[in-house]
Protein backbone atom coordinates (compact mmCIF):
# COMPACT_ATOMS: atom_id res chain seq x y z
CA UNK A 1 0.00 0.00 0.00
CA UNK A 2 1.29 3.32 -0.87
CA UNK A 3 2.27 4.91 2.36
CA UNK A 4 1.55 8.41 1.13
CA UNK A 5 -1.86 8.05 0.02
CA UNK A 6 -3.18 5.91 2.81
CA UNK A 7 -1.14 6.93 5.83
CA UNK A 8 -3.03 9.80 7.09
CA UNK A 9 -7.24 10.69 7.04
CA UNK A 10 -7.12 13.56 4.49
CA UNK A 11 -3.54 13.05 3.18
CA UNK A 12 -2.37 15.03 0.20
CA UNK A 13 -2.91 12.37 -2.54
CA UNK A 14 0.33 14.60 -4.19
CA UNK A 15 2.08 13.38 -2.40
CA UNK A 16 1.91 10.25 -4.35
CA UNK A 17 3.35 11.68 -7.49
CA UNK A 18 6.27 13.17 -5.45
CA UNK A 19 10.16 11.78 -4.35
CA UNK A 20 8.26 9.22 -2.15
CA UNK A 21 11.29 7.22 -1.47
CA UNK A 22 13.66 10.07 -0.43
CA UNK A 23 10.71 10.62 2.90
CA UNK A 24 10.72 7.05 3.34
CA UNK A 25 14.58 6.92 3.68
CA UNK A 26 14.62 9.81 5.91
CA UNK A 27 11.82 8.57 8.45
CA UNK A 28 13.35 4.91 7.93
CA UNK A 29 17.35 5.76 8.58
CA UNK A 30 16.70 8.07 11.39
CA UNK A 31 17.01 6.83 14.72
CA UNK A 32 15.76 10.24 16.18
CA UNK A 33 14.00 13.10 15.56
CA UNK A 34 13.59 16.83 17.52
CA UNK A 35 10.23 17.32 18.53
CA UNK A 36 9.42 21.18 19.46
CA UNK A 37 6.34 22.62 21.08
CA UNK A 38 5.41 25.58 22.63
CA UNK A 39 2.50 27.41 24.93
CA UNK A 40 1.92 30.89 26.00
CA UNK A 41 5.52 31.65 24.53
CA UNK A 42 7.51 29.15 26.04
CA UNK A 43 8.75 26.64 23.68
CA UNK A 44 10.23 23.09 24.15
CA UNK A 45 12.25 21.00 22.42
CA UNK A 46 13.65 17.40 22.76
CA UNK A 47 15.28 14.62 20.81
CA UNK A 48 13.17 11.74 20.77
CA UNK A 49 13.24 7.93 18.88
CA UNK A 50 10.01 7.21 17.45
CA UNK A 51 8.20 4.52 14.95
CA UNK A 52 6.43 5.10 12.11
CA UNK A 53 2.91 3.57 10.60
CA UNK A 54 2.82 5.45 6.59
CA UNK A 55 3.03 9.00 8.14
CA UNK A 56 1.83 8.94 11.67
CA UNK A 57 4.71 8.86 13.94
CA UNK A 58 4.77 7.11 17.55
CA UNK A 59 7.23 8.41 20.48
CA UNK A 60 7.15 8.02 24.52
CA UNK A 61 8.09 11.52 26.53
CA UNK A 62 8.30 10.94 30.07
CA UNK A 63 5.28 12.09 31.76
CA UNK A 64 7.30 14.51 34.22
CA UNK A 65 8.92 16.52 31.19
CA UNK A 66 8.37 19.81 30.01
CA UNK A 67 7.04 18.56 26.65
CA UNK A 68 4.60 16.11 27.46
CA UNK A 69 3.03 18.55 30.04
CA UNK A 70 2.82 21.23 27.02
CA UNK A 71 1.95 18.88 24.61
CA UNK A 72 -0.98 18.15 27.02
CA UNK A 73 -2.17 21.98 27.02
CA UNK A 74 -1.29 22.68 23.25
CA UNK A 75 -1.60 19.67 21.01
CA UNK A 76 0.57 21.55 18.44
CA UNK A 77 4.16 20.25 17.65
CA UNK A 78 6.79 20.48 15.10
CA UNK A 79 9.19 17.62 14.48
CA UNK A 80 12.54 17.70 12.14
CA UNK A 81 14.92 14.99 10.79
CA UNK A 82 17.76 16.25 9.57
CA UNK A 83 20.41 14.21 6.80
CA UNK A 84 23.76 15.61 6.74
CA UNK A 85 24.48 12.90 3.60
CA UNK A 86 21.40 13.66 1.71
CA UNK A 87 21.87 17.81 2.57
CA UNK A 88 18.27 17.99 3.43
CA UNK A 89 15.93 17.71 6.44
CA UNK A 90 12.09 16.68 6.55
CA UNK A 91 9.85 19.03 8.49
CA UNK A 92 6.69 17.79 10.03
CA UNK A 93 3.82 20.10 11.59
CA UNK A 94 1.04 18.07 13.40
CA UNK A 95 -1.07 17.59 16.15
CA UNK A 96 0.39 14.86 19.08
CA UNK A 97 -2.09 13.21 20.98
CA UNK A 98 -1.45 11.44 24.20
CA UNK A 99 -1.95 7.72 23.87
CA UNK A 100 -4.29 6.24 26.87
CA UNK A 101 -3.49 2.47 27.88
CA UNK A 102 -5.24 0.17 25.34
CA UNK A 103 -4.68 -1.72 21.90
CA UNK A 104 -3.27 1.87 20.21
CA UNK A 105 -0.84 2.15 22.87
CA UNK A 106 0.34 -1.09 23.18
CA UNK A 107 0.83 -1.22 19.38
CA UNK A 108 2.44 2.00 19.39
CA UNK A 109 5.37 0.51 21.92
CA UNK A 110 5.51 -2.81 19.80
CA UNK A 111 6.24 -0.34 16.83
CA UNK A 112 8.98 1.12 19.11
CA UNK A 113 10.59 -2.18 20.04
CA UNK A 114 10.62 -3.48 16.86
CA UNK A 115 13.36 -0.90 15.69
CA UNK A 116 14.67 -0.38 19.24
CA UNK A 117 15.03 -1.79 22.85
CA UNK A 118 11.78 -1.43 24.38
CA UNK A 119 11.24 1.69 26.18
CA UNK A 120 11.87 1.74 29.85
CA UNK A 121 9.57 2.28 32.75
CA UNK A 122 6.04 1.97 30.96
CA UNK A 123 4.07 3.90 33.98
CA UNK A 124 6.93 6.55 33.75
CA UNK A 125 6.11 7.28 30.04
CA UNK A 126 3.69 8.86 27.82
CA UNK A 127 2.92 7.67 24.70
CA UNK A 128 2.39 10.45 21.71
CA UNK A 129 1.00 9.87 18.76
CA UNK A 130 2.16 12.84 16.26
CA UNK A 131 -0.14 12.99 12.73
CA UNK A 132 0.95 15.48 10.43
CA UNK A 133 -0.73 18.41 9.64
CA UNK A 134 1.71 20.00 7.12
CA UNK A 135 4.47 18.25 5.67
CA UNK A 136 7.59 19.16 3.51
CA UNK A 137 11.78 18.72 2.93
CA UNK A 138 13.99 21.67 3.05
CA UNK A 139 17.73 22.41 3.15
CA UNK A 140 19.45 23.89 5.55
CA UNK A 141 18.10 27.63 5.18
CA UNK A 142 14.74 26.09 5.31
CA UNK A 143 13.43 26.43 2.43
CA UNK A 144 11.73 23.90 0.44
CA UNK A 145 12.97 21.03 -1.85
CA UNK A 146 11.51 19.29 -4.47
CA UNK A 147 8.27 20.03 -4.16
CA UNK A 148 5.69 22.28 -2.05
CA UNK A 149 4.85 22.62 1.57
CA UNK A 150 1.42 19.69 1.59
CA UNK A 151 -1.22 20.25 4.02
CA UNK A 152 -3.37 17.46 5.58
CA UNK A 153 -6.47 18.90 6.66
CA UNK A 154 -8.46 15.61 7.45
CA UNK A 155 -5.68 15.75 10.42
CA UNK A 156 -6.84 18.95 12.16
CA UNK A 157 -10.33 19.43 13.51
CA UNK A 158 -12.64 22.15 12.12
CA UNK A 159 -12.07 25.88 13.08
CA UNK A 160 -14.87 25.81 15.67
CA UNK A 161 -13.86 22.52 17.19
CA UNK A 162 -10.32 24.05 17.77
CA UNK A 163 -11.43 27.49 18.95
CA UNK A 164 -13.44 25.40 21.62
CA UNK A 165 -10.45 23.46 22.24
CA UNK A 166 -8.09 25.88 22.93
CA UNK A 167 -10.71 27.37 25.20
CA UNK A 168 -10.85 24.48 27.24
CA UNK A 169 -7.08 24.03 27.49
CA UNK A 170 -6.79 27.57 28.50
CA UNK A 171 -9.13 26.94 31.41
CA UNK A 172 -7.65 24.01 32.36
CA UNK A 173 -4.21 26.08 32.51
CA UNK A 174 -5.38 28.52 34.76
CA UNK A 175 -7.42 25.92 36.58
CA UNK A 176 -4.46 23.72 36.97
CA UNK A 177 -2.23 26.92 37.84
CA UNK A 178 -4.48 28.14 40.77
CA UNK A 179 -4.70 24.14 42.31
CA UNK A 180 -8.39 24.24 42.31
CA UNK A 181 -8.28 20.84 44.21
CA UNK A 182 -6.54 22.80 47.01
CA UNK A 183 -10.07 25.36 46.93
CA UNK A 184 -11.62 22.82 49.77
CA UNK A 185 -9.36 24.83 51.98
CA UNK A 186 -11.28 27.82 51.80
CA UNK A 187 -14.62 26.04 50.81
CA UNK A 188 -15.17 24.22 53.65
CA UNK A 189 -14.25 27.27 56.60
CA UNK A 190 -17.30 29.21 54.48
CA UNK A 191 -19.40 26.86 54.79
CA UNK A 192 -18.69 26.04 58.85
CA UNK A 193 -18.81 30.16 59.48
CA UNK A 194 -22.29 29.93 57.61
CA UNK A 195 -23.14 26.93 59.98
CA UNK A 196 -22.70 28.75 62.83
CA UNK A 197 -24.23 32.14 61.74
CA UNK A 198 -27.10 29.79 60.95
CA UNK A 199 -27.57 28.86 64.07
CA UNK A 200 -27.47 32.08 66.00
CA UNK A 201 -30.05 33.25 63.34
CA UNK A 202 -32.08 30.16 64.19
CA UNK A 203 -31.94 30.57 68.00
CA UNK A 204 -32.97 34.11 67.56
CA UNK A 205 -36.27 32.73 65.78
CA UNK A 206 -34.72 34.60 62.28
CA UNK A 207 -33.44 31.61 60.76
CA UNK A 208 -35.13 32.61 57.47
CA UNK A 209 -33.24 35.88 57.23
CA UNK A 210 -30.32 33.95 56.24
CA UNK A 211 -29.10 35.30 52.68
CA UNK A 212 -28.01 33.23 50.31
CA UNK A 213 -26.80 35.92 48.14
CA UNK A 214 -24.06 37.16 50.94
CA UNK A 215 -22.97 33.74 51.39
CA UNK A 216 -22.65 33.07 47.74
CA UNK A 217 -20.24 36.07 47.45
CA UNK A 218 -18.50 35.28 50.49
CA UNK A 219 -18.04 31.82 48.96
CA UNK A 220 -16.49 33.38 45.91
CA UNK A 221 -14.04 35.72 47.79
CA UNK A 222 -12.78 33.16 49.82
CA UNK A 223 -12.20 30.72 46.71
CA UNK A 224 -10.44 33.85 44.84
CA UNK A 225 -8.30 34.49 48.38
CA UNK A 226 -7.09 30.78 47.63
CA UNK A 227 -6.71 30.89 44.29
CA UNK A 228 -4.84 34.04 44.46
CA UNK A 229 -2.43 32.61 47.69
CA UNK A 230 -1.81 29.67 45.60
CA UNK A 231 -0.52 31.80 42.26
CA UNK A 232 1.71 34.00 44.52
CA UNK A 233 2.97 30.72 46.18
CA UNK A 234 3.96 29.15 43.42
CA UNK A 235 5.65 32.83 42.15
CA UNK A 236 7.48 33.46 45.27
CA UNK A 237 8.71 30.12 45.47
CA UNK A 238 9.74 30.47 41.16
CA UNK A 239 11.97 33.45 42.51
CA UNK A 240 13.19 31.76 45.25
CA UNK A 241 14.63 28.76 43.26
CA UNK A 242 12.64 26.54 45.51
CA UNK A 243 9.77 25.19 42.67
CA UNK A 244 12.75 24.90 40.47
CA UNK A 245 15.44 22.67 42.53
CA UNK A 246 12.17 20.41 43.69
CA UNK A 247 12.65 16.99 42.21
CA UNK A 248 10.43 14.68 43.92
CA UNK A 249 7.06 17.34 43.26
CA UNK A 250 4.03 15.30 43.47
CA UNK A 251 0.19 16.00 42.76
CA UNK A 252 -0.10 16.86 46.49
CA UNK A 253 3.66 19.26 47.04
CA UNK A 254 5.97 21.30 44.70
CA UNK A 255 3.10 24.09 43.59
CA UNK A 256 1.60 23.85 40.14
CA UNK A 257 4.88 23.67 38.16
CA UNK A 258 3.11 25.42 35.77
CA UNK A 259 6.24 28.12 35.49
CA UNK A 260 8.56 25.24 35.93
CA UNK A 261 7.26 23.12 32.80
CA UNK A 262 6.91 25.95 30.68
CA UNK A 263 3.17 26.31 30.72
CA UNK A 264 2.74 30.04 31.67
CA UNK A 265 4.73 33.16 31.85
CA UNK A 266 6.33 33.75 35.59
CA UNK A 267 4.98 37.33 35.21
CA UNK A 268 1.58 36.02 34.25
CA UNK A 269 1.40 33.76 37.67
CA UNK A 270 1.86 36.66 39.26
CA UNK A 271 -0.62 38.85 37.37
CA UNK A 272 -2.78 36.76 38.13
CA UNK A 273 -2.81 36.40 41.80
CA UNK A 274 -3.42 39.52 41.65
CA UNK A 275 -6.04 39.54 39.42
CA UNK A 276 -7.63 36.75 41.97
CA UNK A 277 -6.43 39.12 44.90
CA UNK A 278 -8.08 42.75 43.20
CA UNK A 279 -11.47 40.51 42.97
CA UNK A 280 -11.49 39.47 46.30
CA UNK A 281 -11.42 43.22 47.88
CA UNK A 282 -13.56 43.96 45.74
CA UNK A 283 -16.48 41.53 46.95
CA UNK A 284 -15.38 42.45 50.85
CA UNK A 285 -16.18 45.83 49.92
CA UNK A 286 -19.11 45.35 48.41
CA UNK A 287 -20.02 42.94 51.06
CA UNK A 288 -18.80 45.47 53.53
CA UNK A 289 -21.41 48.62 51.41
CA UNK A 290 -23.79 45.89 52.05
CA UNK A 291 -23.89 45.68 55.75
CA UNK A 292 -22.68 48.95 56.69
CA UNK A 293 -23.11 51.91 54.00
CA UNK A 294 -20.08 52.70 52.39
CA UNK A 295 -17.23 49.74 51.76
CA UNK A 296 -14.33 51.41 53.47
CA UNK A 297 -16.65 51.20 56.98
CA UNK A 298 -14.13 50.11 59.99
CA UNK A 299 -16.07 47.03 60.56
CA UNK A 300 -14.96 43.58 61.55
CA UNK A 301 -15.11 42.24 57.95
CA UNK A 302 -12.18 45.35 56.78
CA UNK A 303 -10.49 44.01 59.58
CA UNK A 304 -10.55 40.09 58.75
CA UNK A 305 -10.26 40.82 54.89
CA UNK A 306 -6.87 43.08 55.47
CA UNK A 307 -5.29 40.55 57.75
CA UNK A 308 -6.34 37.33 55.33
CA UNK A 309 -5.44 39.00 52.27
CA UNK A 310 -1.75 40.26 53.75
CA UNK A 311 -1.23 36.40 54.58
CA UNK A 312 -1.86 35.58 51.62
CA UNK A 313 0.30 37.76 49.91
CA UNK A 314 2.91 37.34 51.83
CA UNK A 315 3.10 33.91 52.43
CA UNK A 316 6.18 33.24 50.03
CA UNK A 317 6.12 36.73 48.01
CA UNK A 318 7.37 39.72 49.22
CA UNK A 319 10.01 40.88 51.78
CA UNK A 320 8.48 39.08 54.97
CA UNK A 321 8.15 35.44 53.04
CA UNK A 322 6.55 34.27 55.98
CA UNK A 323 6.89 30.17 54.87
CA UNK A 324 10.61 30.98 54.64
CA UNK A 325 10.47 32.80 58.56
CA UNK A 326 8.86 29.39 60.03
CA UNK A 327 5.23 31.25 60.38
CA UNK A 328 3.65 29.97 57.29
CA UNK A 329 2.17 27.09 59.32
CA UNK A 330 0.83 29.65 61.77
CA UNK A 331 -0.61 31.89 58.46
CA UNK A 332 -2.18 28.86 56.79
CA UNK A 333 -3.94 28.06 60.19
CA UNK A 334 -4.95 31.48 60.63
CA UNK A 335 -5.99 32.47 57.22
CA UNK A 336 -8.19 29.95 56.28
CA UNK A 337 -9.10 29.02 59.61
CA UNK A 338 -10.42 31.53 61.96
CA UNK A 339 -10.39 34.34 59.65
CA UNK A 340 -12.75 32.54 57.06
CA UNK A 341 -14.48 30.91 59.54
CA UNK A 342 -15.35 34.32 61.49
CA UNK A 343 -15.50 36.51 58.77
CA UNK A 344 -18.32 34.39 57.05
CA UNK A 345 -20.22 33.91 60.35
CA UNK A 346 -20.05 37.91 60.99
CA UNK A 347 -21.19 39.23 57.44
CA UNK A 348 -24.12 36.52 57.31
CA UNK A 349 -25.21 37.16 61.28
CA UNK A 350 -24.78 41.36 60.45
CA UNK A 351 -26.73 41.16 57.16
CA UNK A 352 -29.72 39.49 58.96
CA UNK A 353 -29.35 42.07 62.10
CA UNK A 354 -28.20 39.40 64.66
CA UNK A 355 -25.19 39.44 66.66
CA UNK A 356 -22.04 37.55 65.90
CA UNK A 357 -21.49 34.24 67.90
CA UNK A 358 -17.66 34.77 68.11
CA UNK A 359 -16.93 32.59 70.81
CA UNK A 360 -19.14 29.59 69.07
CA UNK A 361 -17.34 30.59 65.47
CA UNK A 362 -13.75 30.82 66.98
CA UNK A 363 -13.67 27.49 69.06
CA UNK A 364 -15.36 25.68 65.74
CA UNK A 365 -12.64 26.87 63.63
CA UNK A 366 -9.81 25.66 65.68
CA UNK A 367 -10.07 22.06 64.44
CA UNK A 368 -10.53 22.83 60.71
CA UNK A 369 -7.61 25.16 61.25
CA UNK A 370 -5.24 22.85 62.92
CA UNK A 371 -6.56 20.32 60.58
CA UNK A 372 -5.84 22.61 57.02
CA UNK A 373 -2.10 23.09 58.73
CA UNK A 374 -1.41 19.84 58.84
CA UNK A 375 -2.02 19.46 54.95
CA UNK A 376 0.85 21.88 54.34
CA UNK A 377 2.80 20.14 57.15
CA UNK A 378 2.55 16.69 55.74
CA UNK A 379 3.18 17.75 52.10
CA UNK A 380 6.47 19.40 53.05
CA UNK A 381 8.06 15.93 54.01
CA UNK A 382 8.35 15.41 49.81
CA UNK A 383 9.24 19.40 49.19
CA UNK A 384 11.69 19.14 52.66
CA UNK A 385 15.52 18.76 50.33
CA UNK A 386 14.47 21.78 47.96
CA UNK A 387 13.21 24.01 50.72
CA UNK A 388 16.11 23.32 52.96
CA UNK A 389 18.26 24.35 49.76
CA UNK A 390 16.54 27.62 49.19
CA UNK A 391 16.39 28.84 52.56
CA UNK A 392 12.78 28.23 53.39
CA UNK A 393 13.03 27.15 57.12
CA UNK A 394 9.61 25.73 57.74
CA UNK A 395 9.09 23.62 60.72
CA UNK A 396 9.32 20.17 59.09
CA UNK A 397 13.01 21.55 57.83
CA UNK A 398 13.63 22.57 61.12
CA UNK A 399 12.66 19.47 63.01
CA UNK A 400 13.94 17.27 60.04
CA UNK A 401 17.32 18.60 58.88
CA UNK A 402 20.40 16.77 60.42
CA UNK A 403 22.83 19.51 59.24
CA UNK A 404 24.86 17.09 56.78
CA UNK A 405 22.17 17.62 54.18
CA UNK A 406 20.34 14.53 54.95
CA UNK A 407 16.90 14.43 56.98
CA UNK A 408 15.08 12.32 59.31
CA UNK A 409 11.49 12.82 59.67
CA UNK A 410 10.76 11.15 63.02
CA UNK A 411 10.46 14.75 65.47
CA UNK A 412 8.05 15.99 62.46
CA UNK A 413 5.77 13.16 62.14
CA UNK A 414 5.78 13.26 66.17
CA UNK A 415 4.07 16.86 65.70
CA UNK A 416 2.07 15.65 63.23
CA UNK A 417 0.47 12.66 65.45
CA UNK A 418 -0.17 15.13 68.32
CA UNK A 419 -1.62 17.95 66.49
CA UNK A 420 -4.11 15.46 64.75
CA UNK A 421 -5.05 14.27 68.24
CA UNK A 422 -5.46 17.91 69.24
CA UNK A 423 -7.20 18.86 66.59
CA UNK A 424 -9.89 15.78 67.62
CA UNK A 425 -9.78 16.71 71.48
CA UNK A 426 -10.93 20.77 69.89
CA UNK A 427 -13.75 18.70 68.46
CA UNK A 428 -14.37 16.87 71.72
CA UNK A 429 -14.65 20.20 73.91
CA UNK A 430 -16.60 21.69 70.76
CA UNK A 431 -19.06 18.80 71.48
CA UNK A 432 -19.29 19.55 75.53
CA UNK A 433 -19.23 23.47 75.45
CA UNK A 434 -21.44 24.00 71.77
CA UNK A 435 -23.43 21.24 70.97
CA UNK A 436 -23.28 17.48 71.33
CA UNK A 437 -23.46 17.45 67.47
CA UNK A 438 -20.33 18.77 66.71
CA UNK A 439 -19.17 15.17 67.55
CA UNK A 440 -19.99 14.64 64.13
CA UNK A 441 -16.72 15.98 63.23
CA UNK A 442 -15.20 12.62 65.20
CA UNK A 443 -15.88 10.64 62.19
CA UNK A 444 -12.57 11.46 60.44
CA UNK A 445 -10.37 9.85 63.43
CA UNK A 446 -10.43 6.19 62.03
CA UNK A 447 -8.72 8.18 58.85
CA UNK A 448 -6.30 9.68 60.98
CA UNK A 449 -5.26 6.48 62.51
CA UNK A 450 -4.47 4.67 58.77
CA UNK A 451 -2.43 7.72 58.03
CA UNK A 452 -0.97 7.24 61.19
CA UNK A 453 0.20 4.09 60.65
CA UNK A 454 1.23 4.15 57.05
CA UNK A 455 3.04 7.99 57.82
CA UNK A 456 4.90 5.81 60.65
CA UNK A 457 5.98 2.93 58.35
CA UNK A 458 7.20 5.83 55.60
CA UNK A 459 9.06 7.49 58.52
CA UNK A 460 11.04 3.98 59.05
CA UNK A 461 11.38 3.49 55.46
CA UNK A 462 13.08 6.49 54.79
CA UNK A 463 15.28 5.98 57.76
CA UNK A 464 16.31 2.44 56.89
CA UNK A 465 16.93 2.88 53.34
CA UNK A 466 20.60 4.21 52.33
CA UNK A 467 20.37 8.12 50.73
CA UNK A 468 20.38 6.84 47.22
CA UNK A 469 17.56 4.51 47.38
CA UNK A 470 15.41 7.53 48.66
CA UNK A 471 14.39 8.63 45.09
CA UNK A 472 10.84 7.12 45.01
CA UNK A 473 10.04 7.02 48.79
CA UNK A 474 8.41 10.47 48.34
CA UNK A 475 6.06 8.93 46.24
CA UNK A 476 5.60 6.51 48.80
CA UNK A 477 3.98 9.12 51.28
CA UNK A 478 1.17 10.15 48.78
CA UNK A 479 -1.56 7.90 50.33
CA UNK A 480 -0.97 9.73 53.83
CA UNK A 481 -0.70 13.22 52.25
CA UNK A 482 -4.26 12.46 50.34
CA UNK A 483 -5.66 10.99 53.58
CA UNK A 484 -4.76 14.27 55.27
CA UNK A 485 -6.47 15.83 52.62
CA UNK A 486 -9.70 14.06 53.80
CA UNK A 487 -9.32 14.08 56.94
CA UNK A 488 -9.50 18.13 56.85
CA UNK A 489 -12.60 18.17 54.26
CA UNK A 490 -14.40 15.11 56.12
CA UNK A 491 -13.88 16.73 59.23
CA UNK A 492 -14.69 20.48 58.39
CA UNK A 493 -17.96 19.09 56.47
CA UNK A 494 -19.19 17.36 59.49
CA UNK A 495 -18.89 19.86 61.77
CA UNK A 496 -20.80 21.98 59.35
CA UNK A 497 -23.62 19.82 59.37
CA UNK A 498 -23.61 19.03 63.16
CA UNK A 499 -23.69 22.50 63.83
CA UNK A 500 -26.27 23.13 61.58
CA UNK A 501 -28.40 20.40 62.87
CA UNK A 502 -28.21 21.91 66.29
CA UNK A 503 -30.18 24.58 64.98
CA UNK A 504 -32.75 22.53 63.74
CA UNK A 505 -33.17 19.59 65.99
Known amino acids: MNPFAAATAGGDASLAKADEAVICALLDAAPTLVLAGAIDGNPAATPLRFARQGLELFMFVHRGSRMA ?21 LEIAGRGTLLRPG ?16 PGDDAALACLHLRPTRLGLVDAT ?24 ALGRWLHLWVRAARA ?20 LAQAGLGARFSWPVFLWALLGAVLAAAGTNL ?6 HESGCDDANQAATPFSGGSRAIQLGLLAPWKVLAGAGVCFGATIGIGLHINAM ?27 GPVRLSYAGLG ?25 VACAWGDGLLASLPVALFIMLVLWINQFQDAPADAASAKRNWVVRLSGRGDGQFSFGRAFAVYQGLNISGFALIALLGVLVTPWALLGLVALPLHVRAARQGRAWVAAWDSAPPAARAQLPFALLPVNAATIFVHLTTGLALALGVMLSALV
Open 69 to 89: AQLALNPQAQAVIWDEARGMG
Open 181 to 200: PFFTAAIVPVLLGAAVAFRA
Open 329 to 353: ELAVALGFGPVIVLGTAYVLAAKAG
Open 142 to 165: GAARHWAWHEFPGNQPAPPVQAMQ
Open 291 to 317: LAGSAFAPTPLLATGIIGVALGVTYTA
Open 103 to 118: PARDAARALLAARFAP
Open 232 to 237: ANDYGD
